[in-house]
């Protein structure tokens, strides 16, 4: 049985996002309950994966390896609530460099099923952007979800004007994983 996949935005959706980027470990300050929120996704067999723009690397404005400690940070903080993200995808490059793996482009989500055998039918997209949700929609998840939690309420009428409609609009993320939970199991997932 294939297992259902969260895949999740990072900044405005785990984590409080800065429009100065997050640029050191320090920075970082969990959303409340979102790594909770994680696990119960887990708790009710739900694998999460981290779908993130990160274009503070190709911006020079910080390292890779800063990265990594800011996302081992993250990492922990879940899995001291219990929680586990499966796996990390992240795009380095910024808006104008043309590559295939920023959002709303699919490149991530797509890495991340040949990777991992992921049935998009049963895939979940949780962000906080319209970028988010037309990932999402670009690569085929069953369900989009948007939360109003960091850019939630602009990309609201972003998506608006552009008549695309999330699936579901929650809170934040714990909201948007007890309606998962709540609704989707291996006898109603979309098909």
Known sequence: MTQYTVFLDRDGVINHDSDAYIKHPDEFHFIAKSPDAIALLNAKGFQVILITNQSAVGRGIISVRTLDAI???????????GGRIKDIFFCPHGPNQGCDCRKPKPG??????????IDLKKAFMIGDSAKDIECGKN?????????????????????????????????????????????????????
Not at 71 to 81: F, S
Not at 170 to 182: F, V
Request: proline share 1%; with cysteine; hydrophobic share 50%.
């Open 108 to 117: 991530m989500i797509l890495q991340a099923v040949a990777c991992h055998g």
């Open 71 to 81: 996302l081992k940070k993250m990492t922990r903080g879940v899995e001291q609530a």
């Open 139 to 191: 690569a085929g998840c069953a369900i989009n979800i948007l939360v109003k939690t960091g850019n939630g309420e602009r990309a609201l009428a972003a998506l608006t004007e552009k008549g695309i409609v999330p699936d579901f609009l929650a809170g934040d993320l714990y909201e948007a994983a007890l309606w998962i939970t709540a609704n989707f199991s291996s006898q109603n997932i979309v098909s």
